[in-house]
């Protein structure tokens, strides 16, 4: 019974690595698609504007399934068949590394524009005070977005945490390829031995562990900021 229950949890390290790179690139990558599409609908242009909320549009309607088949048989193109470099990214099998980084692409954009309208509904929460000491005295540009972040973050934050929970669950999308990932191994594992609870569990049991990491981290943060001055006189001689 103990060595069945090792080699079950054995099987699901691997693919669990899987899984925490495509979250935290594909994540990194969302975010910053993010703060490109905030940024951009505040242009002055229209057409910046309209396309930046095209963008925000097509990845919030569209699901995530189908961003990760598009972009993953984009990346199985014959014009990038010799482009393939085995091993760099474990689980992905042979012929496939081109495609997962399309696939993280695909993940990616499909949380990008539920993001932006995160940090969008944040930025709202910015107080009148902080809005006319930045129109009035004019601080530097890295004063103003600290002061913008550090106004957001209670808001921010925890809804970010709670889409990129989300994201992470996105990831048992790459098992439509051939790339070990969690609920890649939990399905092979069910195939091969027909033991579905023992699987089942240890899957569920990694994507709640993995998506409270994220939730604590959030939270942690918000406490760590929430501990800092929130005066913004105190904050301007801080921050120079």
């Not at 099998?93 to 944040?122: M, N, P, Q, R, Y």
């Not at 023992?198 to 409270?212: D, E, H, K, R, W």
Request: glycine share 8%; net charge neutral; aromatic share 8%.
């Amino acid at each position: 019974m103990g060595s069945d229950l090792s080699e079950l949890l054995v099987s699901f390290l691997q693919p669990t690595l899987t899984t925490v790179i495509f979250f935290l690139s594909s994540a990194m990558l969302s975010l910053g698609m993010a703060v490109i599409y905030v940024l951009c609908t505040r242009s002055r242009h229209v057409l910046i504007r309209g396309f930046a909320g095209l963008l925000i549009e097509v990845s919030r309607g569209v699901p995530t399934v189908v961003f990760v088949l598009l972009m993953g048989n984009l990346g199985l193109a014959p014009y990038f068949s010799g482009l393939d470099l085995e091993g760099v990214i474990p689980g992905v099998s042979w012929g496939f590394s081109v495609a997962a980084t399309f696939i993280v692409i695909g993940l990616a954009f499909s949380s990008s524009g539920h993001l932006a309208k995160i940090i969008e509904a944040a930025i709202s929460t910015i107080k009148f005070d902080t809005l006319e000491y930045m129109s009035t005295l004019h601080p530097g540009v890295w004063l103003k977005i600290k002061l913008t972040f550090l106004e957001c973050a209670p808001a921010l934050i925890p809804t970010v945490s709670a889409r990129l929970v989300h994201h992470l669950h996105n990831t048992a999308f790459i098992s439509m390829f051939p790339i070990t990932g969690i609920f890649a191994a939990m399905r092979t594992g069910v195939i091969e031995t027909a033991l579905v609870i023992p699987y089942l569990v240890v899957a569920t049991l990694l994507f709640v562990i993995l998506g409270s990491c994220i939730h604590m981290m959030g939270n942690g943060l918000v406490k760590r900021l929430q501990r800092r001055p929130t005066d913004l006189g105190e904050t301007a001689t801080l921050t120079g």
